[in-house]
Protein backbone atom coordinates (compact mmCIF):
# COMPACT_ATOMS: atom_id res chain seq x y z
CA UNK A 1 0.00 0.00 0.00
CA UNK A 2 1.37 3.88 -0.80
CA UNK A 3 1.77 6.18 2.19
CA UNK A 4 -0.18 8.49 -0.42
CA UNK A 5 -2.61 7.82 -2.12
CA UNK A 6 -4.75 10.10 -4.68
CA UNK A 7 -8.09 9.45 -6.53
CA UNK A 8 -8.97 10.08 -9.07
CA UNK A 9 -5.64 9.81 -11.45
CA UNK A 10 -7.50 11.59 -13.96
CA UNK A 11 -10.70 14.56 -14.22
CA UNK A 12 -12.13 15.68 -16.64
CA UNK A 13 -14.55 18.62 -16.02
CA UNK A 14 -16.37 21.10 -17.91
CA UNK A 15 -15.78 24.64 -17.25
CA UNK A 16 -17.36 25.99 -14.21
CA UNK A 17 -17.82 22.49 -12.75
CA UNK A 18 -16.93 22.29 -8.90
CA UNK A 19 -14.15 19.67 -8.47
CA UNK A 20 -12.91 17.61 -5.79
CA UNK A 21 -9.77 15.68 -5.49
CA UNK A 22 -8.91 13.34 -2.51
CA UNK A 23 -5.40 12.53 -0.98
CA UNK A 24 -5.47 9.62 2.14
CA UNK A 25 -2.53 9.06 3.78
CA UNK A 26 -1.30 5.82 6.02
CA UNK A 27 1.42 7.61 8.60
CA UNK A 28 0.83 10.75 11.45
CA UNK A 29 2.08 13.46 9.61
CA UNK A 30 2.66 17.38 10.48
CA UNK A 31 1.31 19.25 7.91
CA UNK A 32 0.35 18.05 4.08
CA UNK A 33 0.69 19.76 1.05
CA UNK A 34 -0.79 20.82 -2.12
CA UNK A 35 1.16 21.31 -5.28
CA UNK A 36 0.43 22.03 -8.78
CA UNK A 37 2.70 21.04 -11.77
CA UNK A 38 1.54 22.98 -15.00
CA UNK A 39 2.73 20.97 -18.68
CA UNK A 40 6.15 22.98 -18.17
CA UNK A 41 6.64 21.03 -15.13
CA UNK A 42 7.34 23.56 -12.61
CA UNK A 43 5.73 22.72 -9.11
CA UNK A 44 3.98 25.44 -7.38
CA UNK A 45 2.75 25.34 -3.68
CA UNK A 46 -0.37 25.44 -3.14
CA UNK A 47 -1.15 24.86 0.37
CA UNK A 48 0.47 23.52 3.50
CA UNK A 49 -2.00 22.68 6.12
CA UNK A 50 -1.96 20.73 9.04
CA UNK A 51 -5.66 21.49 10.64
CA UNK A 52 -9.36 22.56 9.17
CA UNK A 53 -9.24 24.25 6.00
CA UNK A 54 -7.60 26.98 3.72
CA UNK A 55 -8.66 28.82 0.86
CA UNK A 56 -6.67 30.81 -1.61
CA UNK A 57 -9.20 32.49 -3.86
CA UNK A 58 -10.88 29.61 -5.62
CA UNK A 59 -8.91 27.01 -4.65
CA UNK A 60 -9.74 25.68 -0.80
CA UNK A 61 -7.81 22.52 0.94
CA UNK A 62 -9.33 20.51 4.05
CA UNK A 63 -7.99 18.41 6.16
CA UNK A 64 -9.13 15.75 8.78
CA UNK A 65 -5.84 14.67 10.96
CA UNK A 66 -7.81 11.59 12.34
CA UNK A 67 -8.98 10.14 9.20
CA UNK A 68 -5.92 10.85 7.75
CA UNK A 69 -7.56 12.24 4.58
CA UNK A 70 -7.58 15.70 2.99
CA UNK A 71 -9.74 17.27 -0.19
CA UNK A 72 -8.81 19.80 -2.44
CA UNK A 73 -11.41 21.36 -4.05
CA UNK A 74 -11.53 24.15 -7.45
CA UNK A 75 -14.62 25.87 -7.46
CA UNK A 76 -15.87 27.69 -10.84
CA UNK A 77 -13.40 25.67 -12.68
CA UNK A 78 -11.52 27.27 -15.31
CA UNK A 79 -9.15 25.93 -18.29
CA UNK A 80 -5.95 27.52 -16.94
CA UNK A 81 -6.69 25.40 -13.50
CA UNK A 82 -5.76 22.39 -16.25
CA UNK A 83 -2.91 20.78 -14.39
CA UNK A 84 -1.59 18.02 -12.60
CA UNK A 85 -2.40 18.29 -8.45
CA UNK A 86 -0.30 16.85 -6.11
CA UNK A 87 -0.50 15.56 -2.34
CA UNK A 88 2.38 15.53 -0.03
CA UNK A 89 3.12 14.19 3.55
CA UNK A 90 6.42 14.69 5.14
CA UNK A 91 7.71 11.17 6.68
CA UNK A 92 10.33 11.85 9.31
CA UNK A 93 13.67 10.23 8.92
CA UNK A 94 15.81 10.83 11.46
CA UNK A 95 15.25 14.80 11.67
CA UNK A 96 14.51 14.71 7.90
CA UNK A 97 11.16 15.81 6.60
CA UNK A 98 11.30 15.01 3.15
CA UNK A 99 8.05 15.11 1.24
CA UNK A 100 6.61 11.64 -0.14
CA UNK A 101 4.20 12.44 -2.96
CA UNK A 102 1.02 11.08 -4.04
CA UNK A 103 1.23 10.49 -7.87
CA UNK A 104 -1.10 13.08 -8.91
CA UNK A 105 -4.51 13.80 -10.29
CA UNK A 106 -4.36 14.59 -14.03
CA UNK A 107 -7.10 17.17 -13.94
CA UNK A 108 -8.02 18.61 -17.27
CA UNK A 109 -10.41 21.62 -17.88
CA UNK A 110 -12.65 21.82 -21.07
CA UNK A 111 -14.29 24.99 -22.28
CA UNK B 1 11.87 38.41 -3.13
CA UNK B 2 13.96 35.99 -5.46
CA UNK B 3 11.87 32.29 -4.97
CA UNK B 4 14.07 29.32 -5.56
CA UNK B 5 16.39 29.31 -8.55
CA UNK B 6 17.58 26.60 -10.48
CA UNK B 7 20.28 26.43 -13.51
CA UNK B 8 20.51 25.11 -16.12
CA UNK B 9 16.64 24.67 -17.22
CA UNK B 10 17.43 21.68 -19.47
CA UNK B 11 20.39 20.08 -19.92
CA UNK B 12 21.16 17.29 -22.61
CA UNK B 13 24.13 15.11 -22.34
CA UNK B 14 25.61 12.14 -23.33
CA UNK B 15 25.61 8.72 -21.52
CA UNK B 16 28.92 8.57 -19.40
CA UNK B 17 29.28 12.36 -18.81
CA UNK B 18 29.27 14.21 -15.86
CA UNK B 19 26.92 16.91 -15.23
CA UNK B 20 26.30 19.47 -12.34
CA UNK B 21 22.63 20.93 -11.40
CA UNK B 22 22.54 23.83 -9.38
CA UNK B 23 19.94 25.28 -6.77
CA UNK B 24 19.82 28.65 -5.38
CA UNK B 25 17.47 28.65 -2.35
CA UNK B 26 15.80 31.36 -0.72
CA UNK B 27 17.99 33.93 1.27
CA UNK B 28 17.47 32.47 4.69
CA UNK B 29 16.42 29.59 4.37
CA UNK B 30 18.08 26.61 6.16
CA UNK B 31 16.35 23.48 4.61
CA UNK B 32 17.32 22.72 0.79
CA UNK B 33 15.62 19.46 -0.67
CA UNK B 34 16.87 17.65 -4.03
CA UNK B 35 13.51 15.87 -6.03
CA UNK B 36 13.44 14.02 -8.70
CA UNK B 37 10.54 13.16 -11.15
CA UNK B 38 11.49 10.57 -13.89
CA UNK B 39 9.23 10.35 -17.00
CA UNK B 40 5.96 8.91 -16.24
CA UNK B 41 6.80 8.38 -12.42
CA UNK B 42 6.00 10.22 -9.78
CA UNK B 43 8.30 12.91 -7.59
CA UNK B 44 10.91 11.27 -5.27
CA UNK B 45 13.18 12.73 -2.80
CA UNK B 46 16.88 12.27 -3.45
CA UNK B 47 19.01 14.09 -1.07
CA UNK B 48 17.77 16.68 2.17
CA UNK B 49 20.11 19.90 3.82
CA UNK B 50 19.41 21.24 6.90
CA UNK B 51 22.00 24.05 8.64
CA UNK B 52 25.06 22.43 9.20
CA UNK B 53 24.11 19.22 10.12
CA UNK B 54 25.05 16.40 7.89
CA UNK B 55 23.06 15.87 4.77
CA UNK B 56 20.30 13.16 4.36
CA UNK B 57 21.22 10.61 1.55
CA UNK B 58 18.85 8.09 1.95
CA UNK B 59 16.95 8.91 -1.69
CA UNK B 60 19.97 8.53 -3.77
CA UNK B 61 19.90 5.94 -5.92
CA UNK B 62 23.17 5.13 -6.60
CA UNK B 63 27.03 6.36 -5.91
CA UNK B 64 26.70 8.07 -8.98
CA UNK B 65 24.94 10.75 -7.54
CA UNK B 66 26.10 13.44 -4.56
CA UNK B 67 25.43 16.78 -3.88
CA UNK B 68 27.01 19.41 -1.70
CA UNK B 69 25.70 22.85 -0.28
CA UNK B 70 28.32 25.63 0.47
CA UNK B 71 28.19 28.19 2.88
CA UNK B 72 24.33 26.71 3.65
CA UNK B 73 23.14 28.47 0.39
CA UNK B 74 23.91 27.40 -3.42
CA UNK B 75 23.45 23.49 -3.55
CA UNK B 76 24.80 21.34 -6.15
CA UNK B 77 23.90 18.28 -7.73
CA UNK B 78 26.67 16.21 -9.42
CA UNK B 79 25.66 12.62 -11.42
CA UNK B 80 28.87 11.43 -12.62
CA UNK B 81 28.46 8.72 -15.60
CA UNK B 82 25.12 9.56 -16.46
CA UNK B 83 23.19 7.10 -17.66
CA UNK B 84 19.87 7.11 -20.08
CA UNK B 85 17.54 6.34 -17.11
CA UNK B 86 18.90 9.50 -14.82
CA UNK B 87 16.81 11.45 -17.47
CA UNK B 88 14.43 13.28 -15.44
CA UNK B 89 13.57 17.33 -14.13
CA UNK B 90 15.24 17.54 -11.24
CA UNK B 91 13.66 19.58 -8.83
CA UNK B 92 14.98 21.87 -5.84
CA UNK B 93 12.80 23.32 -2.75
CA UNK B 94 13.78 25.03 0.29
CA UNK B 95 12.05 25.81 3.37
CA UNK B 96 13.13 28.12 6.13
CA UNK B 97 13.27 24.68 9.05
CA UNK B 98 11.91 21.38 8.95
CA UNK B 99 8.25 19.90 9.91
CA UNK B 100 5.68 22.13 9.63
CA UNK B 101 7.16 25.15 6.82
CA UNK B 102 6.50 25.38 3.92
CA UNK B 103 8.73 23.81 0.94
CA UNK B 104 9.00 25.94 -1.93
CA UNK B 105 10.05 24.93 -5.21
CA UNK B 106 12.32 25.84 -8.02
CA UNK B 107 11.61 25.51 -11.99
CA UNK B 108 13.42 22.81 -11.94
CA UNK B 109 16.24 21.36 -14.85
CA UNK B 110 14.90 18.27 -17.62
CA UNK B 111 17.98 16.26 -17.55
CA UNK B 112 18.12 14.50 -21.09
CA UNK B 113 20.63 11.63 -21.67
CA UNK B 114 21.35 10.73 -25.01
Known amino acids: KNEVEQSPQNLTAQEGEFITINCSYS?????LHWLQQHPGGGIVSLFM???GKKKHGRLIATINIQEKHSSLHITASHPRDSAVYICAVPLSSGSARQLTFGSGTQLTVLP | GAGVSQSPSNKVTEKGKDVELRCDPI?????LYWYRQSLGQGLEFLIY????????KSGLPSDRFSAERTGGSVSTLTIQRTQQEDSAVYLC????????????FGPGTRLTVT
Open chain 1, 49 to 51: LSS
Open chain 1, 27 to 31: VGISA
Open chain 2, 49 to 56: FQGNSAPD
Open chain 2, 27 to 31: SGHTA
Open chain 2, 93 to 104: ASSIGTGRYEQY
